[in-house]
């Protein structure tokens, strides 16, 4: 049952992360009919000040003691890889009594550094991945998701992620109507669709040599158009089992998903910028139908086209299609 949330605070503290985990769950909201979460906020010592990235500094009322009754305790954000010992066995404790562990964004990498995270499923912005894979080798990243539930341990990605987590773990133990209703006031969806990888800058897989440069200029401006190994073959005046293989070599991968990559991202632009239908977005990105769009957009992102625009299209910037 969730009834009271304990949250730890670092140096180093990042200001939104520790506000979100205040809004879900520190504010009363009685007056809705929801129920009134006891919270407390932590640090190393109490009534010593963090660092904060924003300039200014959190003053916990309580030390590390205030950590071992809480239903719940979290560990907002912090930009700190190394940690007091204190610290860490303050949370092996309250793990090994049965609180569960929620984590903000870089929060994981305390509960890392505790030990907290081997064999267990986990996600942290996407930025910092590969660090949590290099530091935690044991541990289960899952970097396309917004958050990660692994029972008594959920971890969220950056930022408004921690929204997402907070919200879903209020409906695990609470039920709907509770995460509903603080979401109404919070004036967030109560949930959202898709992971973190709508909001990832998809590289453009890179040309390392020369001499397949001209053909893959041509081929972003003719994206719309079928293409065949054979006949990029032709245009770049080598066989088909040479260009293959040169092109996996300068570029990475195969013509097949490097083309597909293309047409993902420039449906993305046209998504973001022009008023143009589904339809048309697939004709221009070279998907044909809109329902091939649907299917190649999904898989890389993890969005339909239709929510994908919904959420970044900006009406002020269209341009003319």
Known sequence: MLRSVSVLVLDEL?????????????????????????WTVCGPEAGR???????????PEHGLDALSGADVVGVAATGLREFPPAVLQALQRARHRGATLLSIC????????????????????????????????RAVVEEDSLFVDDGDLVTSAGTAAGIDACLHLVRRELGGAVANGIARRMVVPP???????QFVELPIPEC?????????????????????????ARRAAMSERTFARRFVVETGTTPH?????????????????TDLG???????????????????FRRALGVSPADYRSTFRCERALRPA
Not at 263 to 269: D, E
């Open 14 to 38: 990042a200001v939104f992360e520790f506000g979100v985990l205040s809004e879900v769950f520190g504010l009363d909201r009685s007056d809705d009919g929801l129920p009134v979460f006891g």
């Open 49 to 59: 000040p963090v660092s904060t990235t924003s300039g200014v500094t959190v003053t």
């Open 106 to 137: 870089s929060g994981v990498f305390v509960l890392g550094a505790a030990g907290l995270l081997e064999g267990r499923r986990c996600t942290v912005h996407w930025k910092h991945a590969d660090e949590l894979r290099e530091r935690h080798p």
């Open 191 to 197: 949930q959202r669709e898709g992971g973190q990888r």
């Open 208 to 232: 390392t040599g020369d001499s397949l440069a001209p053909v893959l200029a041509w081929l972003l401006e003719n994206l719309d158009r079928e293409h065949t190994v054979a006949a990029l």
């Open 257 to 273: 998903r490097w083309i597909s990559a293309q047409r993902v991202l420039h449906a993305r632009t046209l998504l973001e910028e």
């Open 278 to 296: 589904i339809d048309a977005v697939a004709s221009r990105a070279g998907f044909g139908t809109a329902a091939l769009l649907r299917h190649h």
